[in-house]
């Protein structure tokens, strides 16, 4: 008897299902209408033209019951001009039918019902293209780095269809969908700004010697003249004699603080090849960093730290403003650092360390084959599989991944005095480092994956100072938590988003700002960018 009711039950949820389905589909466009006020006649879609096309175009039409969606001319014009002003997105304008799309408007009024309807999809599909691209990139951030792991952006522009066209505000929709960010915004400006330099082909300047103040060569002619191409030289009357004199001594200052370069004056190799990009090179390098931009979240937090991985530097912000920045040193190229984005869950002070599988397979295995006192001199203690401690004399150098490695806490620990936890699959954190003096290198991609911070207790005293009661506020708490040397760990109570990200180049008010490529992906987004 339950067997025949469950089965009497279905086939009334069949029925009801079914009932509702084909109420739907009465609701479906029968007849053409006419709006009266506008003056158009609004035709029906008919089936054999969207059967052939794809599902997501033809819940588009279900939206609008089946008739034809871009009748109004305001509405085409809209979607026209945001194709035209795609190219200020650093985008393509013919990547979206613009020639196409311009032919057959003109003669619109003279098309055949058919041509008029295929010209509908056409716009339709073109929506759909340029509001998706607007929202979350025309490139697939893993098809670049396959390691990367932002939030999932997802799309719903049959919403934003349906609320655009019948309220005509196609442009402002589409707006919407881009970046707010102002860096995104300075990007842009950088776009513009770098059209407005003459086209160029520079003859690449060959690093012979370390130039330095005061030094005669006749290669300083060509630097002169690049420095004056970039604006950070002004006086032309000195611009062709072969003497590094002071005015081009204060150009190349400048033009090494914007390229985060050692501002020092002395032009060496990785001056000389900062000097050797050209106008072209750069722009596409601005186009690359505004699509990343459009990978990123929207919205980064009301609190957050982004760490900018080419910059080697972190930013801790709240309400919108910088509130402390400090170094970072990042993965090198071998073990990049994953761009990511995640929540800050904990600190931990006083950790240990338990080394990585990378790590034990090119670094530990190889050191501690050669000489086992790498244990006691790295404070490393070895745990076999049953969580046993294992004399370094018994390891077994044949098989190192069959053990686990701790290192003691303290403030020679590779973690140093805190780590910042956050959830990701790539076993990554923000940590201190026992080797404090990296930080004075310019060039800081030299870590293993994970990011090592400058003076990171000052830092994560200041995060927790904000945290509910008293017990934080002064900062002396976690002084007394370092202090017994025990692993302690602190919960972070708000909500403080971490973004690891990646970005070569922006604008600020000292002029165009460029980093290198550290990881190589600048010319990788570019070209899939135009293909």
Not at 70 to 94: F, H, M, S, T, V
Not at 200 to 225: A, G
Not at 460 to 481: H, N, P, T
Request: hydrophobic share 35%; aromatic share 12%.
């Amino acid at each position: 008897m339950k067997h025949a009711f469950l089965i009497f039950c279905l086939l009334v949820l069949g029925f009801i299902s079914c009932k509702k389905e084909n109420q739907e589909n009465k609701l479906l466009a029968q007849h053409d209408i006419i709006d009266t006020i506008k003056n158009v006649t609004i035709h029906v879609m008919p089936e054999d033209l969207l059967e052939n096309q794809t599902d997501s175009v033809k819940s588009y039409y279900k939206k609008f019951k089946n008739y034809e969606i871009w009748y109004d001319r305001e509405n085409r014009e809209d979607l026209i001009a945001q194709i035209e002003n795609c190219k200020y997105e650093g985008l393509n304008p013919e990547d979206y039918n613009l020639n196409k799309i311009y032919n057959i408007e003109i003669k619109r009024d003279s098309l055949e019902k058919e041509e008029l309807l295929a010209y509908d999809v056409l716009l339709t599909e073109t929506f759909e293209k340029l509001a998706t691209h607007f929202y979350k990139g025309k490139v697939n951030p893993k098809e670049v780095a396959p390691n990367w792991d932002l939030f999932e952006k997802k799309t719903a522009v049959a919403n934003w269809l349906e609320e655009a066209i019948p309220t005509n505000k196609v442009a402002t929709t589409l707006k919407g969908l881009l970046p707010k960010h102002w860096q995104y915004q300075q990007l842009k400006r950088a776009l513009v700004e770098i059209d407005q330099f003459p086209t160029s082909t520079f003859d690449s300047i060959r690093f012979i010697k370390k130039i330095t103040l005061n030094d005669t060569l006749p290669t300083l002619k060509k630097i002169k003249e690049r420095l004056f191409f970039w604006k950070d030289y002004k006086r032309k009357d000195t611009l062709y004699t072969a003497v590094y004199d002071t005015i081009t001594f204060k150009a190349m200052k400048r033009f090494q603080t914007r390229h985060g370069l050692l501002a020092d004056g002395v032009v060496g190799a990785s001056t000389i090849k900062a000097l050797n990009y050209n106008k072209e090179t750069r722009k596409q390098q601005i186009l690359s960093n505004l699509e990343r931009w459009r990978w990123y979240p929207k919205d980064l937090g009301k609190q957050y730290i982004i760490v900018n991985l080419p910059e080697f530097m972190l930013h801790y912000v709240v309400d919108q403003d910088t509130v402390a920045e400090r170094k970072v040193v990042v993965g090198r190229p071998k073990r990049m650092t994953p761009v990511l984005s995640s929540k800050l869950s904990n600190f931990v002070f006083n950790p240990t360390w338990t080394v990585p599988p990378t790590i034990i397979k090119e670094d530990l295995a190889v050191e501690a084959a050669k000489n086992r006192g790498y244990f006691s001199r790295s404070r490393i203690t070895i745990y076999n599989s049953k969580n046993q401690e294992v004399s370094p004399v018994n390891w077994n150098s044949n098989k190192p991944n069959n053990y686990r490695y701790v290192q003691t806490p303290g403030y020679n620990n590779s973690l140093g005095l805190v780590k910042f936890n956050f959830p990701n699959s790539h076993l990554v954190y923000l940590h201190d480092t026992n080797h404090r003096e990296i930080f004075a290198y310019n060039y800081r991609a030299l870590s293993s994956g994970c990011v090592r911070v400058e003076n990171p207790v000052v830092l994560a005293k200041q995060i927790l100072s904000s945290q509910e009661g008293d017990r934080w506020k002064s900062g002396e708490e976690v002084d007394k938590i370092i202090a017994k040397k025990d692993t302690y760990m602190v919960k972070v109570k708000q909500s403080i988003y971490i973004h690891q990200l990646y970005w070569t180049c922006w604008m600020n008010k000292n002029g165009l700002q460029f980093r290198e490529d550290i990881y190589n992906l600048d010319l990788r987004v570019y070209s899939k960018l135009r293909s």
